[in-house]
């Protein structure tokens, strides 16, 4: 590899021109710490309360060290997104915000290398990323996208982002959006009470509302399946419980009916989909059996039910999976959909990791861009005075020659012409040289600063 | 005239073609646009091949017309229906159904006419005509939906989980569509038996009222009627009503097809 001894001057030229450029170009940093770095012990004493991230947000914006910042705390991670056109060595700078950071989050003695430190367009990639959910814990989960815009309002109401993080969130929520649209990353259900959901409304249509609900179980399992089933419009759902009062009380928040243990048999033909979420002991029997199932069939006319066994140790009998009309699923079959879907999201990672890639050279670009912006306009600038100047002067010397004014204009428009397409064509050469991506675009933009800018 | 008709029924070929060959290929996945385009330009230019050739025959006779006027009334149907209802993933089911009709209509174009031109065709045989082809076309749709739901019950059934089942509607709207359809299609097949009963007791059928197709058809409607009325009483559904329908889906097409295959059996003098 051969390399070019530099003379002094052609230095001094060089660091004149790169701090030249640091102040059009504004550093980009990212502080984090999240699940994919760190435990959860860890982890949950950054899980910064949105009083405590306008605090951080306030001291980091009061210094002249950094010129925008916004502050992204979830329960998963604690990210700051800055940018800063100070002289300062960026690590300096960072361990400066480490620092804030570890103060406000009120943890001391940190080890070395606690936070992950991003800079540039490693930054732009990982926001991106972030924005997507593709970082996320859940592969494609869109809370992240909530999370992240909050932040950036709340940052944008104490006035944290100027130009260039607005560009950078605006684009990362508009990729966040694409991949959405034109992946399949965020589809499919995830826990297994949203696959129930999703199970339900396969058979019995995208509104449960006609639906009736008997819960077997009025746990925590219980209560989570019945809000996701509330949620897709199912009312007044049945409660059966091994103690009323909690029974009653589950079937209160639900506005539905609490009903006995004793009366589930008697009751089961009403139901469109029965969900046991009991725990029961090794060995106790099942909640319900075949010939109960069987009964209720009949009686509903051969009319489909949905039954959802989310205890373990199972609270149906398997031997029902065999009646018609009658689907059973337990917990391993619902884990099996979870997996299936969690496998369909990974496939599509790597399409969406093409998107943030193309995005990512766009943003690039567009940052290339607004540091050569004012160069091509100053040499611009420069080069319309210089014709104008040259027009004017032989518009003078024209006059001598004793021309009619009718003359003169004409000669006027055909010199603004001539100049006009010298200038154009004269410059379009470095100026293209300066917007292609090139490994030597330092010296492309020392030389077109030198030589057009003055 | 005869081979710009031709070139016509060709064009609508390749169209319904390239539209099964599209969404198959997208069995799944979101259909393309392009793919409904192809399926609806087919559709123009089928009409008018087949305007073109019932106005060459002087009349719509013949089993070949009436195969591809069915095989057209059942993709316009689809087209109509397929957003309303989402059913855009089931035009894999359809298309091809169509296209074989389509096909099939091309092989018994020449077929002798059953209808003698010479008596006229007069109100009664147009109405049979018609009635039998909504029916037909409306049967068609039944059967596709009733593919769809054994294709869904057998996913959820044995947990299989294809990546189109959770994009064709939920088993019980597919149900409720199809019983809608078999209604309309029964109530279509009963006026199309009626009034070929009407032509038939007017001597203009050899073999009087017992007509076979008539007497096919009938069955078909007894098959279908019997499915609807043990929905109602027994509770028959899901994959079992399914299946019944397929099977009265597949009598009607035998029947209308043998009874105007075989010679001088189904005829209106």
Known sequence: MSTVRKSKPELQALSRASSERDKLWPKLFLTGVSHHTQPLEFREKFGLSSAKSQVLLERLLSTGYV???????????????????????AHGLQSWVEEMITDVAEFKGLPE????????????????????????MVVGENQIMGQLKK?????????????????????????????????????????????????????????????????????ETGRLALTHFCSAGVEEPLVANRSPEKAREVAERFKGEAITLDS???????ADIVIGASTLEMGDPVLVGESETLAAIKSRKSETQLYLDLGVPRNFS???????????YNVDHLQEVVAHNLGCRRDEVENAERIIAQAVKKFEKWWELRLVEPLIYGAIENFEAVRLGEVKRSMKRLKKVGLSNEQMSEVQSALDRLSKSLVSRALSGPIDALKKDADDKQSVFDTFRRFFTG | MNSFIHILALLGGVGYLMAATLYLR?????????????????????????????????????????????ALLLAVLFLSLKDAYRLNQLGAFTIPLVLGFFIFSGLVLHYPVQVDKGSGIGPALLAHISFML????????????????????????????????????SIERLENLGNGFTYLGCASLLAGVGSGFYLSTGRRSI??????????????????????LSSRMTGLRGRKAAWLSMCGYILMVVSLAGANFIENLHVYR
């Open chain 1, 67 to 89: 010129s925008e910042a916004v502050v992204n705390s979830t329960c998963n991670r604690l990210e700051v997104i800055w940018s800063s056109q100070s002289p300062e060595p």
């Open chain 1, 113 to 136: 290398g606690f936070f992950y430190n991003l800079r540039d367009i490693e930054a732009v990639r990982h926001l991106f990323r972030v924005a997507s959910g593709l970082d996320s």
């Open chain 1, 151 to 219: 932040a950036f309002e709340q940052s944008q109401a104490r006035g944290g982002v100027n130009g260039f993080l607005n560009r950078l969130f605006d684009k990362s929520f508009a990729v966040s959006k694409e991949i959405r649209t034109d992946t399949k990353v965020g589809e499919r259900s995830l826990s297994v009470c949203s696959v129930a959901r999703e199970l339900a409304q396969q058979i019995k249509g995208e509104n449960l509302k006609s639906c009736k609900v008997l819960l077997i179980g009025a746990g």
């Open chain 1, 264 to 270: 589930v048999s008697a009751r089961l033909p009403e």
């Open chain 1, 318 to 328: 398997s031997k029902i999976e065999n009646i018609d009309d009658v689907f059973l």
């Open chain 2, 26 to 70: 997208h069995f799944g996945r979101p259909v393309p646009r392009s793919a409904n385009r192809y399926f609806a330009f087919a559709c123009v230019f089928h009409f008018f091949s087949l305007f073109g050739m019932t106005w060459m025959a002087g009349g719509f006779q013949g089993f070949g017309l009436f195969t591809s006027g069915a």
């Open chain 2, 134 to 169: 909504i029916a037909i076309s409306v049967f068609s749709l039944s059967a596709v939906l009733a593919s769809g739901i054994i294709f869904k019950e057998s996913q959820i059934r044995n947990r299989t989980w294809h990546k189109l089942t959770a994009k064709i509607p």
């Open chain 2, 207 to 228: 073999y009087g009222s017992a007509d076979p197709l008539l007497l096919a058809s009938a069955l078909v409607l007894t098959v279908y009627l019997v499915i609807l």
